[in-house]
Each structure stands twice: as structure tokens, then as C-alpha cells.
């Protein structure tokens, strides 16, 4: 086996979380904070909204740091994608598989692209109800990580790790919301989609 394929198969998630603890460490005694949500903050600002919108008036050198860690991991996105993928299906619960095939969504054996397991019958530039949806998702996502100050993984890491309360407020509201869009409204949003 190469070092290549070693390192393409699907790793135990302890390293996973054995690294993101290692990097939340590392950024606590730098007197960073572990998230991404902010690097928007930084974009708006470098289009330069701080000119008009005093929210956006930061010291840009401040954040380089940031935007090369938010640059690393898009360029770690594209190395695997193009280099490191498994034709491995994900390994989720077979109870996961039954709820997702009663809601129409078939669990593959394989992928022989390569591209991963991305429910793509929902979510393809074919399917104009999956874009409309994945675009106001990703607004929610958006304005709920600005509106809460900081997105799941600056408040569930950075700010449980520094003890904080709101971060732990905010976390069980994550985990609410989750529940609740899983359970409630997602059954009966897949069908709009399928």
C-alpha cells in the first residue's frame, strides 16, 4: 500500500479529534480563537464595507492569520477531493440508513467517481429546488454564525474548552436546532426536493 492510499482511507476519528484539540491548544496560548465564521467579517472588510459600516472597521493585519488558516483548509478540500478520495461508502449506523431510506434517500454501496456521498438527488445544479434550498440554508447558516457570534466550531471548541457560558448556551441551541430539523422539519422538506 502506498502512502497515498494509506493515507486516502477513512482514519478513526480520535486522530480527528486528537488534532482539533492539538490546534485549539496551539491557538489558546497564541491568544487566537479557534473558528471561521469570522472570515467573512474579514472579507466584507477587505471589499471594503468598514468604509461605510463601522461593524466592519477592523485592523486587517490582525486577521491575515485567520484568512491563511481559512486558505489552508479550502486548499486541504481541493488536495483530497482531487487526491485523496475513497470509493469507500461513509460508515453511518444502519438505523441512519433505514430513516434516510424512508425519506427516499438511497444509501450507496460504492462510489466509483469518487466524489463522495453527498446526497447529489437533492442537491445538483439539475435541481433547482436543491439550489434554492442550499442557498437559503446557507444564509441561515450565515447570518445565525454572525448573529450568535461565532459558528459551531468557534463556540463548541474554542469557547466549551475556555468554559464559556454563552458558548455552552449557544451549543445546547445548536444541538435543539439540530434535533428539531432533523426530526420535524426535514420529513417534510425532502419530498419538496425529491
Known amino acids: 500500500m502506498t502512502i497515498l492510499e494509506w493515507i486516502s482511507q477513512p482514519w478513526h476519528w480520535a486522530v480527528g479529534g486528537l488534532a482539533i484539540a492539538l490546534l485549539s491548544v496551539a491557538m489558546t496560548l ?13 472579507l466584507c472588510s477587505w471589499a471594503g464595507a468598514g468604509k461605510k459600516i463601522p461593524y466592519f472597521d477592523i485592523n486587517l493585519k490582525d486577521n ?3 484568512m491563511t488558516f ?3 483548509g479550502v486548499l486541504g478540500a481541493i488536495i483530497s477531493v482531487h487526491y485523496l478520495r475513497s470509493p469507500e ?26 466524489l463522495g456521498f453527498v446526497p447529489t438527488v437533492l442537491f445538483n445544479f439539475a435541481n433547482w429546488k436543491g439550489v ?11 447570518f445565525g454564525a454572525r448573529y450568535g457570534e461565532g459558528c459551531t466550531s468557534g463556540h463548541a ?8 457560558l454563552p458558548s455552552l ?26
Open 30 to 42: 497564541m491568544g487566537r480563537k479557534f473558528g471561521v465564521s469570522s472570515s467573512f467579517k474579514v
Open 132 to 142: 434554492v434550498f442550499a442557498l437559503i440554508g446557507g444564509f441561515f447558516v450565515g
Open 64 to 66: 491575515r492569520w485567520l
Open 169 to 194: 448556551i449557544t451549543v445546547i441551541g445548536f444541538f435543539i436546532g439540530g434535533l428539531f430539523m432533523t426530526w420535524v422539519v426535514l420529513p417534510y422538506l425532502l419530498p419538496l426536493l425529491l
Open 70 to 72: 481559512v486558505a489552508g
Open 157 to 164: 471548541i474554542t469557547g466549551l474548552s475556555h468554559l464559556s
Open 89 to 114: 461508502p461513509v460508515a453511518i449506523s444502519q438505523s441512519t440508513i433505514d430513516y434516510l431510506a424512508g425519506l427516499g434517500i438511497a444509501y450507496p454501496e460504492s462510489d466509483e467517481s469518487g
